[in-house]
């Protein structure tokens, strides 16, 4: 079936690092991919997407690109904060369902 | 403001005791769905609903029931809950068919304890 499959953290930075989260799907069709993240405490939030192969999502410094020949959504920005430290969670859904598939989740945590 | 609220945001109880967690959106969305958080687990889905009196299953929707009777509601039911369901429950919402991008809306949570 599809499923999500992220790296496992903890992922531990200093502030202002290079963040990699890496998020590889198995789909049978065309799915959406979807990043959110939750902060402590919190629901999960939109963070970015992208609908079709090659679009790049970005949002607050956050990128990711769709990998169509990879199957992969790799989270990246170039300087992270301490105010990032959340955990990030990879995701599909299908354009005539609703549905969200979820990778397990990977907390990063940033130190000053 | 947009947003999916739920009550109660936490919640201790006993094996057996019935109990109803409720979800509420403000947008008109037609498309509202529970999910169940667990380590290692991330997200998985219970039930959802398309529309008014419009329910189907998730992937774990054992031991659940729901009802969809206004289109802004969708509370989720546990008639008699076991400790195995002790978890982190989101509700969330969109357009149903609004497109590839479409934004589902998440809830802040209900964390759930059961003894």
């Known amino acids: 079936g599809d499923s999500v499959t992220q790296m496992e953290g903890p992922v531990t930075l200093s502030e202002e690092a290079f963040l990699t989260i890496n998020c590889t799907y198995t789909?049978?069709?065309?799915?959406?991919l979807f990043w959110y993240v939750q902060y402590p405490g919190e629901g999960l939030q939109l963070l970015l997407k992208a609908t079709k192969a090659d679009d790049k999502g970005s949002n607050k410094g956050f990128e990711a690109t769709y990998r169509k020949e990879t199957t992969s959504f790799h989270l990246e920005k170039g300087s992270v904060q301490v105010s990032d430290s959340a955990v990030y969670f990879c995701a599909l859904r299908y354009y005539n369902t609703d549905k969200l598939i979820f990778g397990t989740g990977t907390r990063l945590q940033v130190f000053p | 403001e947009a947003q999916v609220t739920q009550n109660p945001r936490y919640l201790i109880t006993v094996t057996g005791k019935k109990l109803t967690v409720t979800c509420s959106q403000n947008m008109n969305h037609e498309y509202m769905s529970w999910y169940r958080q667990d380590p290692g687990l991330g997200l998985r889905q219970i039930y959802y609903?398309?529309?008014?009196?419009?329910?189907d299953k998730g992937d774990v929707p054992e031991g659940y029931k729901v009802s969809r009777k206004e289109k802004r509601n969708f509370p989720l039911i546990l008639e008699s809950p076991s400790p195995n369901q002790t978890s982190l429950y989101f509700c969330?919402?969109?357009?149903f068919g609004g497109g590839r991008g479409d934004t589902q809306y998440f809830g802040p949570g209900t964390r759930l304890t059961v003894l």
């Open positions: 609903s398309m529309n008014v009196e419009v329910t």
């Open positions: 969330a919402s969109s357009s």
């Open positions: 789909a049978t069709g065309y799915p959406s």
